[in-house]
């Protein structure tokens, strides 16, 4: 295996897409998922929240996995016979959807959302984060207004950044007047490493090559070791903050971008 690859370590579906990406941009790059992702059966609580959907003023995907599963919902659920007219209402004149980065807007625009109706920062943000989507929506008049968050769940505790991310972000429409309300739609947990994959993340430690981080959670999943000669590169500063932590030697932050991550791999 070549020293100076990309680890990528997104859960697969995500890994896959980034492999394809940074090999086409000219690095070799393998995927590791740090990330096991399912979708959390359709409860009465997610039905419910479907024949409801006309009630709240917003939907906000705290990531690309929580809209895709939460789409999937309305497809597998009892009321499938009603489930294009859900969405068509979403697409036309429903709630508006909410995204903090441009991987939660694709998966958006793949459930037939289209950009009209998606409030997400702007391409050349500094950050893709809760702040800055709130930096997008916070003028809009929230009194009294229902929000749905829809996001994952993990299998305990979930780490710093995303929890409070979207914590964040709920006590700030809260005190805008807004009315937020939480569904969990997939659960998040911590994957069976074969041995190829143990025997991987033995090299890579030592070997030159370059980790791609982008949440704190999947730091957390990595089995105890040495990472003092280990390179990364974190997508936020909060997952650079998770990184250095765990003992990685060199952490480099970087936008999570693909532009300013392959920049940020090439300087290393």
Request: glycine share 8%; hydrophobic share 45%.
């Amino acid at each position: 295996m070549k020293p100076g690859r990309v680890i990528v370590t997104r859960p697969a579906r995500d890994a896959t897409r980034w492999v394809l990406s940074l090999t086409q941009r000219g690095l070799p790059a393998e995927a590791l998922p740090l990330i096991r992702i399912e979708a959390l059966p359709v409860s009465s609580a997610l039905q419910q929240t479907w024949r409801d959907i006309a009630s709240f003023a917003a939907l906000m995907f705290v990531s690309g996995n929580a809209a895709e599963a939460f789409f999937a919902s309305n497809e597998a659920s009892a009321h499938t016979g009603q489930a294009q007219t859900a969405i068509d209402f979403i697409a036309n004149e429903g709630p508006r959807c909410m995204a903090p980065g441009p991987g939660t807007v694709a998966a958006l625009r793949a459930a037939g959302i289209p950009d009209s109706r998606i409030d997400s920062p702007a391409l050349d943000a500094g950050q893709f984060d809760s702040e800055a989507l709130w930096s997008v929506v916070a003028g809009r008049p929230w009194q009294g207004r229902r929000v749905l968050i829809v996001r994952g769940q993990g299998a305990g505790a979930e780490m710093a950044g995303a929890s409070n991310g979207r914590d964040w972000l709920a006590r700030q429409l809260s005190a805008a007047g807004a009315l937020p309300e939480f569904i969990a739609v997939y659960q998040r947990s911590a994957p069976l490493f074969t041995s190829q994959q143990r025997k991987t993340m033995a090299e890579a430690a030592v070997d030159g090559s370059v980790w791609l981080f982008s949440s704190s959670e999947a730091v957390g999943h990595l089995p105890a070791g040495d990472w003092s000669r280990a390179r990364a590169v974190a997508t936020h500063p909060r997952i650079a903050e998770a990184v250095r932590a765990a003992g990685w030697g060199v952490v480099a932050e970087s936008r999570p971008a693909l532009d300013d991550i392959v920049a940020s791999i090439e300087s290393m």
